[in-house]
């Protein structure tokens, strides 16, 4: 007997059913044993086996003929890899920043990486929030903000030094130490507080792509004692662990 509510609805419920099947399918470690596909469905076996074998015969899960357990099929692996190449990782951090950007009293951005070092390719400001020191398409320092901290711990030294070269030596400060990059990667992101405009703070942290690169990075400007009061850093970087996850990284 399944658990399943079996109440009217605008859905078709053996699709709903299916598709909590594929879920576990796809959530698991490796491939699993009917019963335990039954036990976290939580329904019956015999409901699991025909839900499990229609899933085979239509390329959406496959069954090991030695062991009898089941995984992911072709046709599944398929959809997962075009879902993959259709998200913009980008526009998916866009998103997630022109909603930080409604709740918070600051400026949240995404910036990508170029030649010559982070670029700003979104800006939103909050009406609490109106002075701002950076516009759209703006290139940012490569060792002076936290854009440009968090692209150098994820990126191969070879590209930091040849955008270093194409900035203007008014941008240009002292590289960050390793244990700073060491950091960054451990705690998810960047912060300064008032290093290069007094009462302001500029935090960000990185986006990656279903490939585990990093696609761009998502960052705040705001009042030092604001992002303070408000947890600006900790909104940041659920923000940028989502967009990551939406975007289909790890």
């Known amino acids: 007997m399944t658990t399943f509510s079996t109440k009217r609805s605008p859905t078709i419920q053996s699709v709903s059913i299916?598709?909590?099947?594929?879920?576990?399918?796809?959530?698991?470690?490796?491939?699993?044993?009917?019963?335990?596909?039954?036990?976290?469905?939580?329904?019956?076996?015999s409901t699991a086996h025909r839900y499990m074998q229609s899933l085979v015969r239509e390329g959406l899960a496959a069954q090991d003929d030695v062991t009898g357990h089941y995984d992911l099929g072709p046709v599944a692996l398929s959809i997962g890899v075009r879902a993959l190449r259709r998200i913009d990782a980008v526009e998916v951090a866009a998103r997630a920043m022109k909603r930080l950007a409604s709740a918070i009293a600051a400026s949240c951005g995404v910036a990508i990486w170029t030649e010559r070092g982070p670029t700003i390719v979104r800006w939103y400001r909050n009406t609490d929030f109106a002075l701002s020191t950076v516009t759209l398409g703006d290139v940012l320092p490569v060792d002076n903000t936290a854009c440009g901290f968090v692209f150098q711990a994820h990126l191969p030294k070879e590209a930091i030094a040849a955008a270093r070269k194409l900035q203007p030596a008014s941008f240009r400060g002292s590289r960050p130490?390793?244990?700073?990059?060491?950091?960054?990667?451990?705690?998810?992101?960047?912060?300064?507080?008032?290093?290069?405009?007094?009462?302001?703070?500029?935090?960000?942290?990185?986006?990656?792509?279903?490939?585990?690169?990093?696609?761009?990075?998502?960052?705040?400007?705001?009042?030092?004692?604001?992002?303070?009061?408000?947890?600006?850093?900790?909104?940041?970087?659920?923000?940028?662990?989502?967009?990551?996850?939406?975007?289909?990284?790890?």
């Open 177 to 250: 130490p390793a244990e700073m990059l060491d950091a960054v990667r451990r705690d998810g992101g960047a912060e300064l507080n008032e290093h290069l405009f007094s009462l302001l703070t500029g935090k960000a942290a990185p986006v990656f792509n279903a490939l585990g690169e990093i696609a761009c990075v998502v960052t705040t400007v705001s009042f030092v004692k604001t992002a303070e009061a408000e947890g600006h850093r900790a909104a940041l970087f659920a923000a940028a662990q989502a967009a990551t996850r939406d975007a289909g990284g790890t």
């Open 18 to 45: 299916a598709a909590r099947f594929l879920d576990i399918l796809a959530k698991a470690d490796g491939p699993l044993v009917l019963g335990e596909i039954a036990r976290r469905a939580r329904t019956g076996s």
